[in-house]
């Protein structure tokens, strides 16, 4: 069924009168009334019947002209929300890592609930392969994700990522420990190749970044516990238990020190990541610009 056609029935079931809905449409009657005969024809029920010498709805005609009025309603409520001059309406659904939750996203809510009332957020913590799942299966509008330079994640095609910050990573030792000349990483890590290695538990990234790290200084190094929790790491390591990645913009635990890596250097790198095509739409595209604007420089 043309939906094109449904404003000429419902103008029809409201006026009464085929001469006075061409003349409100601008056009003549005799396509008014081929306009109902087609949309009859593809509705397969008569719509007008005689009156006299006028012509009104037949039962299913009326039924048809109440459906017709929902439908272009709704036909009408989707060219607004899709309308990229309109203001932004509708519910943005959001997952990410919780680093990036607290930096870029709590600050866009809290500013959009005064600016832009009419957008609305979920927020789920997930790490970013769960994230990109998500993403692809169309469960949420806005992954914010992360992986590392020495461990880069593959994109779905479906998918486009927007940059949204870097930062470098180190190795978090005990602070007694820490050697007096640490070296490039690959002295860093061979000094700790004995040690008990921590991974993440939900994201392997950690991990691989360190086990390429230990396979170019000639190792292979033995991961012992998991966890998703940087202040679970922090917990670890001050009881003995072993060895971790850390970021360096992040105040640690007394007792903990970051020994830098370099040559290479491992950095995180966050990203916002949208189904191509979507980011467009007004609401997401409102999320995106505002989440953008927060990333720390």
């Given amino acids: 069924m043309d939906t094109r056609r449904l404003p000429y029935l419902v103008e029809f079931d409201r006026h009464g009168s085929m001469r006075v809905v061409a003349e409100l449409m601008g056009t003549s009657t005799s396509v008014v009334s081929q306009q109902i005969a087609a949309l009859a024809r593809e509705a397969g029920a008569a719509l007008v019947e005689p009156d006299g010498r006028r012509a009104r709805l037949t039962p299913a005609g009326q039924r048809l002209a109440e459906h017709g009025r929902t439908i272009l309603a709704a036909v009408e409520a989707a060219q607004r929300d899709l309308d990229p001059d309109a203001e932004p309406r509708g519910l943005v659904r959001v997952a990410g890592f919780a680093s990036a939750i607290r930096r870029t996203l709590m600050p866009t809510v809290v500013a959009m609930a005064r600016t832009h009332p009419r957008v609305a957020l979920t927020i789920r913590e997930y790490e ?36 949204l910050w870097s930062t470098a990573w180190g190795l978090a030792v005990p602070a007694a420990e820490v050697p007096d000349d640490a070296g490039d990483s690959l002295a860093v890590v061979t000094a700790f190749r004995d040690c008990a290695w921590i991974g993440n538990s939900r994201n392997p990234a950690d991990e691989q970044v360190l086990r390429t790290l230990a396979s170019m200084a000639g190792f292979a190094l033995r991961t012992t516990h998991e966890a998703d929790s940087l202040d679970l790491v922090e917990d670890l390591i001050l009881a003995g238990l072993g060895v971790g990645l850390l970021p360096h913009d992040r105040p640690t635990a007394p007792g903990i020190a970051i020994v830098p890596l370099t040559a290479p250097a491992v950095r995180l790198r966050a990203s916002a990541v949208t189904r191509r095509g979507r980011e467009t739409w007004p609401p997401l595209a409102l999320v995106l610009a505002q989440v953008v604007a927060q990333a720390p420089t």
């Fill in 128 to 163: 970013p392969a769960e994230a990109h799942a998500m993403l692809v299966a169309d469960r949420i509008d806005l992954a914010l994700t992360y992986d590392y330079d020495l461990a880069p994640a593959a994109l779905d095609p479906d998918l486009a990522a927007t940059p």
